[in-house]
């Protein structure tokens, strides 16, 4: 079955920076579009970016786009989410999924942005 494990979150200062990582197991992680997404206490789960089984294509949530950068590597079954600028409305937990499965997440890795 699907198994998704996000790492690579922590407190990071205003303005800083954070890469995310995620490693995709149970299925043909090269032919499959991959998302982050994320999840502030008290919000619904959000978009934040995808990437096609490629990496050809790339789409960003209108919050994210110009400080968020997707990437994968598929002889790694991984996909990475390079955060920069952030900000505190970018707390949250962010979760990896593949693209068209909303059934199948990780247990998410904690983004905490604050002084």
């Known amino acids: 079955q699907v198994h998704l494990e996000e790492s690579g979150g922590g407190l990071v200062q205003p303005g800083g920076s954070l890469r995310l990582s995620c490693v995709g197991s149970?299925?043909?992680?090269?032919?499959?579009?991959m998302k982050w997404c994320r999840q502030a206490p008290g919000q619904e789960r959000e978009f934040v970016a995808t990437i096609s089984a490629h990496g050809d294509f790339v789409n960003f949530s209108g919050s994210v786009r110009g400080r968020f950068s997707i990437s994968r590597d598929n002889s790694q079954n991984t996909v990475y989410l390079q955060m920069t600028n952030l900000k505190p409305e970018d707390t949250a937990v962010y979760y990896c999924?593949?693209?068209?499965?909303?059934?199948?997440w990780g247990q998410g890795t904690l983004v905490t942005v604050s002084s």
């Open positions: 999924g593949v693209w068209g499965d909303d059934d199948n």
């Open positions: 149970g299925f043909t992680f090269s032919e499959k579009g």
